[in-house]
């Protein structure tokens, strides 16, 4: 398993992830197989989506701000309001994703990108890839 850093640095942010991933696939020398992407925090999620217009980033950020709003009336306010609602989104959002490799590469379509989602920062996170295939 390989271990990617990630330092975020506002409250709710989408990093570009996918180069550090794709790193990750070419340093394993699996050229057809499976990269699983695990986010193991329950503040933060992985997902795939649109890289091509930064825009995007920004619909999502108000998107799920719209169904899930930081709130001081949630029941389980551990530490801050904003904690609350990261878990709900990060529920949403998912922790893990699979992508295909082939011919060593990430089989990601022409669009997308693989972005960590910060739900509750700013802080130093991790993401762990997995990568099965043959050599």
Same mark, same amino acid.
């Given at each position: 398993m390989i271990t990617i850093h990630v330092a975020t640095a506002e409250r709710q942010e989408l990093v570009m992830m996918t180069e550090s991933v794709q790193e990750s696939v070419s340093a394993s020398s699996v050229p057809e197989g499976i990269c699983v992407v695990f986010c193991p925090h329950t503040t933060a999620g992985i997902t795939l989506n649109s890289q091509v217009d930064p825009l995007t980033l920004t619909d999502l950020v108000d998107e799920i701000d719209r169904l899930v709003p930081t #709130? !001081? /009336? *949630? #029941?389980? !306010?551990f530490d801050t309001p904003s904690d609350a609602a990261g878990h709900i989104k990060a529920s949403i959002v998912g922790n893990s994703i699979s992508i295909? !490799? +082939? /011919? @060593?590469r990430l089989a990601l379509g022409s +669009?997308? @990108?693989? *972005?960590f989602w910060e739900f509750d920062g700013p802080r130093q996170r991790q993401l762990q890839v997995q990568i099965v295939g043959v050599e």
């Open positions: #709130r !001081i /009336d *949630f #029941r389980h !306010i295909p !490799i +082939s /011919d @060593g +669009s997308q @990108g693989v *972005f």
